[in-house]
């Protein structure tokens, strides 16, 4: 009798530690490797602004003169870009930009804050939601000649090529096709903006500051 309980005692020592093989396959079924990130999500991931950019020195009169992007807006009517001017007017913790340009043949004045941020160079766009923050930097500037910069929206990049006059050196704007295409903004989503026709004034403004 003693013999027969102690193997019931040992079978149920053993039942103990046993459970199902589905169970024990489920608990150790490794995870899945993940997706290797494309060169274009490195870009976006490394994205940072130039080094030793002083925002301070970005102050006065630009002209927008291309954009690549994949803007819904610019993709449908891309050939429809009007001359397009900013103005940034900058204190100690804010840009304010104001864009003039056309719209149904009036010149308007559109203006923003950009915040300053801790980073050199790295400004912040607040928008309604903070799915709408935009965060925008200088990549390359001269400063006199040129600006080079990158609006990053969630994962949504647009670059912009500035200039202090209608016009830049052909090597700029091939360094920024060349830059654009790291992020995947190939010349079939760069768009042009017209060097003439540029408001002198506005006619209207809205405020968004």
Not at 61 to 83: P, Q, Y
Not at 107 to 113: A, L, M
Not at 162 to 171: A, F, H, I, K, L
Not at 174 to 188: I, M, Q
């Amino acid at each position: 009798m003693i013999r027969f309980w102690l193997y019931l005692f040992f079978v149920l020592a053993c039942l103990s530690f046993w459970e199902p093989v589905e169970t024990r396959r489920a608990r150790y079924k490794p995870e899945p490797p993940k997706p290797k990130k494309t060169e274009t999500q490195k870009a976006i991931d490394t994205l940072a602004p130039g080094q030793n950019i002083n925002i301070d020195q970005m102050s006065g009169k630009w002209h927008l003169l291309t954009v690549a992007s994949r803007c819904k807006n610019l993709l449908e009517s891309g050939f429809k870009t009007e001359s397009t001017s900013l103005t940034w007017n900058i204190t100690a913790d804010t840009v304010t930009v104001g864009t003039v340009r056309k719209l149904n043949f009036v010149c308007w004045e559109i203006k923003q804050n950009y915040m300053k941020t801790k980073t050199p160079g790295q400004l912040f766009l607040k928008g309604k939601r903070p799915s709408d923050n935009v965060d925008i930097m200088v990549l390359e500037t001269d400063y006199s000649t040129y600006a080079m910069l990158v609006f990053k929206r969630a994962e949504k990049i647009t670059m912009k090529l500035y200039g202090r006059s209608g016009e830049v050196p052909d090597n700029i704007v091939d360094k920024f096709e060349d830059r654009a295409k790291t992020f995947n903004l190939g010349l079939d989503v760069v768009f042009q903006f017209p060097d003439y026709g540029f408001c002198e004034s506005a006619e209207k403004v809205l405020d968004l500051t």
